[in-house]
Nanobody, 114 residues
Framework: QVQLAESGGGLVQPGGSLRLSCAAS????????MGWYRQAPGKQRELVAA???????NYADSVKGRFTISRDNAKNTVYLQMNSLKPEDTAVYYC????????WGQGTQVTVSS
């Protein structure tokens, strides 16, 4: 059974950086895309960044120029480098993998506060 393991969340001051990782374990084939959503309290889950198997990327307007998504196909791992963090980036971040099925990570809390 394939599982996604997220890591890298935590508490950071405004202007700081964090790097999230999401590794897929188990047998997984034909990954079409990977990415990250986030959900802040009282708000809907929103797409933060996505990357296709070919390396094409897509970002929410609110994070363009600050966040960078990347992937290691050999390790079935997707990363989210988050720089210049703002309090409004505070949320639970969920990774996903789109293969023959859609898989979700358990979520990792990111809190940006002084």
């Amino acid at each position: 059974q394939v599982q996604l393991a997220e890591s890298g969340g935590g508490l950071v001051q405004p202007g700081g950086s964090l790097r999230l990782s999401c590794a897929a374990s188990g047998s997984i084939f034909n990954i079409y895309g990977m990415g990250w959503y986030r959900q802040a309290p009282g708000k809907q889950r929103e797409l933060v960044a996505a990357i296709t198997s070919g390396g094409s990327t897509n970002y929410a307007d609110s994070v363009k120029g600050r966040f960078t998504i990347s992937r290691d196909n050999a390790k079935n791992t997707v990363y989210l480098q988050m720089n210049s963090l703002k309090p409004e980036d505070t949320a639970v971040y969920y990774c996903y993998v789109l293969a023959t099925t859609l898989l979700w990570g358990q979520g990792t809390q990111v809190t940006v506060s002084s």
